[in-house]
């Protein structure tokens, strides 16, 4: 049931087309217009589904006036469907300026879940995805790249990057050289396409993989870089801090985080540096 007036955002394969959701289906068809970052790449998909549909292309540079003209159709009660040319619409593809204009004019926005490459590597890459950070892409310029990483460095978290297929080898040069040779790092290429690949290594031997098969730089890139060990272990569990903020409710500072180490077995002077944070949040 389709509801007038309202945006819908709606996920699109990222190879395979019978990846597209029976619920992608029924709104694609059924909605009054669909706005596509590339309408020809988006009409052979409904072509293929035999869905004939008006469109208006909205991209990266044209996004705000094309949102503009989305808001006035939504103001005139038509529905509209929204999507990329491939995956979940504002995962680092346009979108984002739309939904919030549309939410800011206090239009209605539905997601349409589906097709996501990076979830879709993270579930087959068999690297702990418990806790990751989504980075999408790089910066393109050595400089700038290396900086940001710099900044991933001490994460304690798995690492989820996009990469191109002309920037690949770089990139990944740049990785090894930031994050050291043993972190372990999955390369997903293809994903659900006929050549799809996802291979697993120490980061100081992922460049000689990508460089002994012309075919292993092709194709878009999701890279997944496994979390510091150090970093981890660094961590405060979940658990541990949620039971310093009970504690805190009603204990004086000092006794909170000697109660709180007691009863996790977690580094005191840690324990007291998050209760320092928090008392003065």
């Not at 993270?122 to 910066?139: D, E, T, V």
């Not at 090894?176 to 006929?194: C, N, S, Y």
């Not at 870089?225 to 004086?252: G, H, I, N």
Request: hydrophobic residues 45%; glycine residues 6%.
């Amino acid at each position: 049931m389709i509801a007038p007036a309202t945006l819908y955002v709606v996920a699109t394969p990222i190879g395979n087309l019978r990846d597209i959701t029976l619920r992608a289906l029924d709104v694609l068809a059924a909605v009054d217009v669909i706005a596509a970052e590339d309408t020809r790449t988006t009409r052979r998909l409904l072509t293929h589904f035999s869905i004939s549909k008006r469109m208006i292309a909205v991209h990266q540079h044209n996004e705000m006036g094309a949102a503009q003209r989305i808001i006035d159709l939504l103001r005139a009660g038509q529905a509209v469907g929204f999507v990329t040319d491939a995956g979940t619409p504002g995962i680092s593809d346009p979108g984002g300026t739309l939904v919030t204009l549309a939410r800011e004019q206090g239009c209605n926005v539905v997601p349409v879940p589906g097709a996501n490459a990076a979830i879709c590597a993270l579930s087959a890459a068999g690297i702990p995805a418990s806790r990751f950070l989504f980075y999408g892409f790089l910066p393109p310029s050595p400089g700038p790249r290396r900086r940001e990483l710099e900044e991933l460095r001490s994460s304690p978290y798995t690492l989820v990057f996009y990469e191109a297929p002309h920037r690949i080898l770089e990139s990944v040069s740049d990785l090894a050289d930031v994050f050291g040779a043993h972190r372990h790092l999955a390369i997903a290429r293809e994903l659900t396409k006929l050549f799809e690949n996802i291979h697993i290594c120490p980061l100081g031997d992922a460049v000689a993989w990508l460089e002994a098969d012309p075919n292993h730089q092709k194709g878009e890139f999701v890279l997944i870089l496994a979390a510091s060990e150090a970093a981890r272990e660094d961590q405060l569990s979940d658990q541990t801090q949620r039971t310093l903020k009970l504690l805190l409710e009603d204990l004086p500072l000092k006794q909170a985080v000697k109660l709180a180490a007691d009863i996790t077995g977690q580094s005191k002077n840690k324990i007291y540096s998050l209760a320092l944070t928090l008392k003065s949040d």
